[in-house]
């Protein structure tokens, strides 16, 4: 279920955008003398919110010091000094967010921006100062005319500016401005939240109907297609347009947002799904089990990159989407085989149908795997200066069928003059039978073999419910190492989702095995990864589980940052350099 739902989630939240901002009706410019209704319960749709200015500069500060600029923050202030004339932000209220609120009547949309002041008169002298013409209009607001030619309503309340189209849309303010904007400052230093129940019903049907009609257009028959292969592709994007409408109807909110944690010396991107309490798609993700693996040794902290991944989905979910997995299954066999009789380099028949059937097994494994509801695997690649080991392991339904399909895979690579075939049964390690080849690496792909050398060592082991694969130096030993701290931890919980890589050892290896313009830039910033970030040097992305919804967090540690600014300067010094000896 977690794996199934995220792939749509970016496509809903465009959906609820849409539905916003799409239709002229709900525009205030389109309704310019409109004010909601005497009565009418407004409601926030959306809220984006950023921290306020003091702690926008201490995190700049934080920035600038990783990147040896310090003065960062300083020179903000400078600019805003020297654009407003000396003024600087004279009259906001700088220990305070500020952002645009959303509102509704339930017909309308009604934008208005916030800002905390202590003296509003001070701000909009700032404007003045611009050749804005400030007047006073109605509602007790005022009229702010751009040099441009456009306008826009500035109304002061409770320490507050807020700043709409025209005066109808500063009729009903929001109720507690700091209350909204705290809801997305309290985690992140800019975000937005979407309350998608809040869209009116009508707008949220307009954009369904907009996803209806589009899946019509694609949905035209081709020349090639079959009336079963139409139908069935048909039925494939309409269980998909059904799942999104499910979901565009369940969803209680949307949550976006970016910090920087100058404590923790990180920086990370968030977006959050949550579904309405008592929904179809809670009740799913309530009924998952606590996501736990047994593969928990090849989830590797200290690899240049490591993966674990671990979901099983409640009876219910699985009973109602085998069907639609099956039907999605069978597309992908079609596809699949009609890529296959296209391919030209295949020599003949014979290959081509052993190719299909290799195909087949393989499919059939994954398509089994898939009905017991359960995903569960992991790996770690280990870099190095002229090393490279991989290891990976999955949860198999029928591993059986998938060494069939190896086998036959293996039987048409004999063909091959430079093959040097597998080793059948070549190692046996914790009931895991492993069987070994070697590829070649071609003596042109001078890169690829200062990190692989002449062939790359490949072992693919089949356990009683799991397939395993290995490669480059003491594969062996890596997979076994790893075989048996999964069986010293198992049913180990964790996170649905994790994947994280050190950019330390990839920029090691990328310096070891560079031999082009860029490895100066890799080598400086392998050192100054080694010899500053001291293993805070990752990249990591994750999904969880929380009460009634998924959270996805994207997240870089200090190192990373401090190779983002190391890799700018290195960069803007290569460009200026450039320009020095074109000028001479």
């Known amino acids: 279920m977690f794996h199934a739902r995220r792939h749509s989630l970016l496509l809903i939240a465009l959906l609820v955008a849409a539905s916003c901002l799409s239709s002229r009706v709900v525009s205030a410019q389109d309704a310019p003398a409109t004010s909601p209704s005497s009565g009418t319960e407004m409601k926030t749709v959306a809220v984006v919110g950023a921290t306020s200015y003091d702690n926008l500069i201490k995190d700049i500060n934080f920035i600038g010091s990783l990147a040896d600029r310090p003065e960062m923050g300083q020179m903000l202030q400078g600019t805003i000094a020297l654009f407003t004339q000396g003024k600087g932000l004279d009259g906001v209220d700088q220990s305070k967010p500020w952002g645009v609120i959303l509102q509704t009547d339930g017909m ?345 050398g002449e062939k790359v060592d490949v072992a693919i082991g089949i356990g009683s419910d799991a397939v395993y694969v290995a490669a480059g130096q003491d594969n062996l030993a890596a997979v076994n190492r790893a075989i048996d701290a999964s069986k010293a931890d198992p049913n180990k919980e964790v996170p649905p989702f994790e994947f994280s890589a050190s950019l330390g050892q990839i920029m090691e290896a990328a310096a070891a095995n560079s031999n082009d313009e860029n490895t100066a830039i890799f080598q400086a910033i392998a050192k100054m990864l080694k010899d500053d970030a001291q293993g805070r040097d990752h990249i990591r992305v994750s999904g969880m589980l929380i009460t009634n919804g998924i959270k996805y967090r994207f997240e870089a540690e200090e190192g990373v940052l401090r190779a983002i600014g190391k890799a700018t300067t290195m960069a803007q010094q290569k460009a200026q350099q450039q320009m020095m000896m074109q000028a001479q």
């Open 108 to 452: 309308q949309f009604l934008p208005v921006g916030c800002i905390a002041v202590t003296d509003v008169n001070k701000v909009l002298s700032i404007a003045q100062g611009f050749g804005a013409q400030i007047s006073d209009s109605d509602n007790g607001t005022k009229e702010i005319a751009l040099p441009n030619g456009q306008t826009i309503h500035v109304k002061e309340s409770n320490g507050w500016a807020y700043i709409g189209q025209n005066a109808g849309a500063l009729a009903s303010l929001p109720a507690n401005p700091a209350a909204e904007l705290n809801t997305i400052v309290a985690d992140y230093d800019l975000g937005a939240r979407v309350a998608v129940q809040n869209v009116p019903e009508m707008y949220r049907q307009m954009a369904i109907q907009a996803m209806k009609s589009g899946m019509e257009d694609g949905l035209k028959k081709k020349d090639d297609e079959t009336d079963e292969e139409y139908a069935t592709r048909r039925k494939l994007a309409e269980d998909q347009v059904a799942q999104l409408e499910q979901s565009v109807n369940e969803i209680d909110e949307l949550v976006v947002g970016w910090a920087i944690d100058s404590t923790q010396q990180k920086t990370f991107f968030d977006f959050t799904c949550t579904f309405l309490p008592d929904s179809k798609l809670a009740k799913q993700l309530a009924g998952q089990e606590t996501p736990k693996t047994n593969f928990a040794g090849f989830f590797q902290p200290d690899a240049a990159a490591t993966l674990t991944f671990a979901s099983q989905a409640d009876p219910e979910t699985i009973k109602e989407t085998i069907a639609q997995n099956r039907a999605a299954m069978a597309t992908m066999r079609k596809q699949a085989e009609k890529a296959i009789d296209d391919e030209e380099d295949i020599p003949d028949e014979e290959t081509r149908a052993a190719i299909k059937a290799a195909l087949s097994d393989f499919m059939d494994a994954f398509e089994s795997t898939l009905e017991t509801g359960r995903m569960d695997g992991g790996g770690a690649l280990q870099l190095g200066a002229g090393s490279f080991t991989l290891v990976a392991a999955a949860q198999i339904a029928e591993p059986g069928k998938f060494e069939s399909g190896l086998k036959k895979l293996a039987a048409v690579a004999e063909k091959e003059p430079d093959f040097n075939g597998v080793q059948w049964n070549a190692a046996t390690h914790e009931g895991v039978n492993f069987h070994t080849l070697s590829v070649p690496v071609p003596a042109d792909e001078e890169q690829a073999r200062r990190m692989f």
